[in-house]
């Protein structure tokens, strides 16, 4: 069966938006997976994907990075039903505690920085699921938590009690002090993006 051929004003605007979001795409989906080269592949459906549902595509720049994330997320779920690879979640959890807390205020060595990281990654993976992505498109992603929710196809109100709740988590687990989540929903309410861990992740 043969494709239909792609008018040439719709070949222009994909072509646009890929360039435009690739990159940020990559590092979504590298972040969300464990092997590089998994992020690597799952871009590559990501784009297919795209151009496959290129009808679809919204017009405004800022509608068409949104549903290209929609796209990338529905990619990742199908790759997570069918690899036995997982996030690791929250075993160990407190030895890695343990051991850097001499140096939880700031990390002077690449060791110490990797030590962080991996905390910080463990404790986002011990969230569920939704929670778990909201705070990585937020955090780590540079999502608003309005931007958040609809990837997520979330109410707005919904997503920043969330939001909140998982914070307060976070703070619990890292062995800070919690904060109110009614402070946090005024910190977050109009902030672009969220700074919290974002010397712990890498670029």
């Not at 990159?23 to 592949?41: F, I, N, S």
């Not at 001499?102 to 002077?108: F, I, L, M, P, Q």
């Not at 958040?148 to 800070?176: F, P, V, Y």
């Not at 402070?183 to 902030?191: G, K, L, S």
Request: with cysteine; hydrophobic share 40%; net charge positive.
């Amino acid at each position: 069966m043969r494709t239909r051929p792609i008018p040439s004003a719709l070949r222009d605007r994909v072509e646009l938006v890929v360039a435009d979001n690739a990159d940020d795409l990559l590092r979504y989906l590298r972040r969300r997976v464990t092997q590089p080269e998994d992020a690597a592949d799952l871009l590559g459906r990501v784009l297919l994907a795209i151009w496959e549902s290129s009808s679809r595509l919204p017009t405004t720049d800022h509608e068409a990075r949104m549903w290209c994330f929609g796209v990338a997320r529905n990619i990742l779920r199908e790759h997570y039903r069918h690899t036995a690879k997982q996030l690791a979640l929250a075993d160990g959890l407190r030895d890695h505690l343990r051991a850097s807390a001499a140096t939880h205020g700031g990390a002077d060595t690449i060791a110490e920085a990797n030590i962080r990281f991996e905390t910080v990654r463990r404790a986002v993976g011990a969230l569920d699921d939704r929670s778990r992505e909201l705070i990585m498109l937020i955090h780590w992603d540079g999502f608003s938590i309005a931007e958040s929710a609809r990837i997520l196809s979330m109410n707005e109100s919904t997503a920043r009690t969330r939001h909140a709740r998982a914070l307060k988590r976070l703070e619990k687990q890292l062995g800070r002090g919690a904060p109110d989540p009614e402070d946090e929903q005024v910190r977050t309410r109009d902030r672009p993006r969220g700074a919290r861990w974002e010397a712990a992740v890498p670029k």
